[in-house]
C-alpha cells in the first residue's frame, strides 16, 4: 500500500516541470528517494546547481503536487544538488546530440528566426517585437526572443524581467530567463559588472553574437525573434551572415523620412540572403474619442516601403497599421505587453493580426502575400 503511494507520489512530482529547463523533473532525472511513511511523504529531489533561482518554486510545486495525492497528509521535501557527472548527463541530454558550441539555428533547424528591422531607431521595433513573441507563445508556440540591441537592449524591460536578471549557468550552458513564456536574452545580461559595449568594434561584436546563438540553451523552438539595433551597421551584416534564411520583418512609421531608411534596411536584409515576409506601419493614426483621427505622423510610409520593396522581387505586404496607442507605451513599461495586458486595444488587435499572420505560414512561404485583413 505505502509502496503504490509512494509511486504515485513519484509519478506526481516527476510530471512537476522545471520551470527554466521547461522539462518534466522525471525527464531531469531530478527525482531521488520517495518513500511515504504514515501518510507523510518523504520527497528526495536535486537541483542543478547551488542557489539554483528556480529552487523556490520547484520546492513548491513539488510539495503541492506531492500533497494532492490522495492518501497524502504532509510532504517533507529535501532539496539536493546534482554532482558533476550527473550533471554532464543532464546537460548532454539537453542538447539531444548537438555538440556544444553548434549554432542551432541553422538552414536545417526547424526554428523560424525573424528578424525585425527598422533602419531608424524609436519607431516601436522593441515594442513590436516584445508583442510578436509574447502573442505567438500565447498562441502556444515555443518562443525565443534575442535582443540584438547591444547599445540600446530594451526587452528585458519590455517583458518585465528584473533589471540584473543572468541567464541560468548549468555548466556551459546558458538558460535564457522566461517571461511571459518567452525565452528572452539580451546582450545587456551578457557584460560584466561596468563593462560596456558601446565602444566595442565589428569583430568583438561578430563574436559576441556568434556567441549569443551558440552558448544560450533555448531547447526546441518553434520561432526566435531577433530585435534589431537601429541602422544597417555591424550587427545587422553579422546577424545575415550567420541567419541567411532569417525572415525579415520591417517597421516603419507612416512618415516618409522613416520609410527611406526602413526600404534600406529591407534591401541590406535581402542581400545576405534573408527574406523581408511584410512591413509593419507603427505609431499610424489613432483615432480619438471624438472620432477624429490623430494622425502625429502622418500617412502612408508603410505601403510606401511594401511598394518599394516589391519592387523586383516577391511582393511584399504591408501586414498592418498600428495606431498609436496610450496602452502599449504604458504595457511596454510596466512589462507586461498590450497585447496580454489589453488585448482589445487597437493596437493589440493589430499587432495580434500579425502575429496570427506569422504564424499561419509558417516556413518557406516567402513572398506569398499574407492574407491578413486591416482594421
Ligand atoms: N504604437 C505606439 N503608440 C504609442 N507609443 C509607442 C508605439 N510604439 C512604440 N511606442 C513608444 O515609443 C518608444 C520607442 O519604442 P521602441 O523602444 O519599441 O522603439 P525601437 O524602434 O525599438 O527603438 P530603438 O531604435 O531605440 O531600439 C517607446 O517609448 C514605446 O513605448
Ligand atoms: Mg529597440
Redesign the pocket.
Known amino acids: 500500500m505505502t509502496a503504490e503511494l509512494a509511486e504515485a507520489v513519484r509519478r506526481a512530482v516527476g510530471a512537476v516541470t522545471d520551470p527554466e529547463l521547461r522539462r518534466p523533473l522525471a525527464d531531469l532525472d531530478m527525482l531521488r528517494d520517495i518513500t511515504v511513511a504514515q501518510a507523510t511523504a518523504h520527497v528526495g529531489i536535486v537541483l542543478t546547481i547551488v542557489g539554483c533561482p528556480a529552487a523556490t518554486r520547484i520546492e513548491a510545486d513539488v510539495r503541492a503536487a506531492a500533497a494532492a495525492v490522495p492518501g497524502i497528509d504532509a510532504v517533507e521535501v529535501t532539496v539536493g544538488v546534482m554532482t558533476p557527472d550527473e550533471r554532464r548527463a543532464l546537460t548532454e541530454r539537453l542538447r539531444d546530440g548537438r555538440a556544444p558550441r553548434q549554432m542551432p539555428f541553422g538552414p536545417d533547424s526547424l526554428t523560424r528566426v525573424i528578424a525585425v528591422t527598422?533602419g531608424?531607431?524609436?519607431?516601436?521595433?522593441?515594442?513590436?517585437?516584445?508583442n510578436l513573441a509574447v502573442a505567438l507563445a500565447a498562441r502556444g508556440r515555443r518562443v525565443g526572443l534575442i535582443d540584438a540591441?547591444v547599445h540600446?537592449f530594451?526587452i528585458p524591460g519590455?517583458l518585465g524581467i528584473a533589471p540584473g536578471t543572468q541567464p541560468t549557468r548549468i555548466d556551459d550552458l546558458m538558460l535564457p530567463p522566461v517571461a511571459h513564456d518567452v525565452k528572452a536574452v539580451s546582450i545587456g545580461m551578457f557584460l560584466r559588472d561596468g563593462e560596456s559595449v558601446v565602444a566595442w568594434r565589428g569583430p568583438m561584436l561578430h563574436r559576441t553574437v556568434q556567441q549569443f546563438l551558440t552558448d544560450v540553451f533555448f531547447g526546441d523552438l518553434d520561432v526566435l525573434f531577433i530585435?534589431m539595433?537601429?541602422g544597417t551597421g555591424d550587427i545587422a551584416i553579422t546577424l545575415g551572415q550567420l541567419l541567411p534564411h532569417a525572415e525579415v520583418l520591417v517597421?516603419t512609421t507612416p512618415q516618409e523620412a522613416a520609410s527611406d531608411v526602413a526600404i534600406r534596411s529591407g534591401l541590406v536584409a535581402r542581400q545576405t540572403g534573408q527574406r523581408v515576409i511584410g512591413v509593419v506601419e507603427?505609431?499610424s493614426a489613432?483615432t480619438l474619442p471624438d472620432g477624429t483621427a490623430l494622425d502625429l505622423f502622418g500617412s502612408g510610409g508603410g505601403q510606401a516601403v511594401a511598394d518599394a520593396l516589391s519592387q523586383g522581387g516577391d511582393p511584399v505586404p504591408l501586414l498592418a497599421s498600428?495606431?498609436?496607442?496610450?496602452r502599449?507605451?504604458t504595457g511596454?513599461?510596466a512589462g507586461v505587453p498590450v497585447v496580454l495586458a489589453d488585448p482589445e486595444d487597437p493596437?493589440a488587435r493589430a499587432i495580434l493580426a500579425v502575429a496570427e499572420a506569422i504564424d499561419r505560414t509558417g516556413r518557406g512561404l516567402s513572398g506569398r502575400r499574407l492574407p491578413v485583413s486591416l482594421r
Not at 120 to 130: D, I
Not at 322 to 326: D, E, F, I, R, Y
Open positions: 527598422s531608424k531607431g524609436g519607431v516601436g521595433k522593441s515594442s513590436l517585437t516584445a540591441d540600446g530594451s519590455l530585435d539595433p537601429p517597421v507603427n505609431m489613432m498600428v495606431p498609436l496607442s496610450p502599449l507605451r511596454g513599461d493596437a
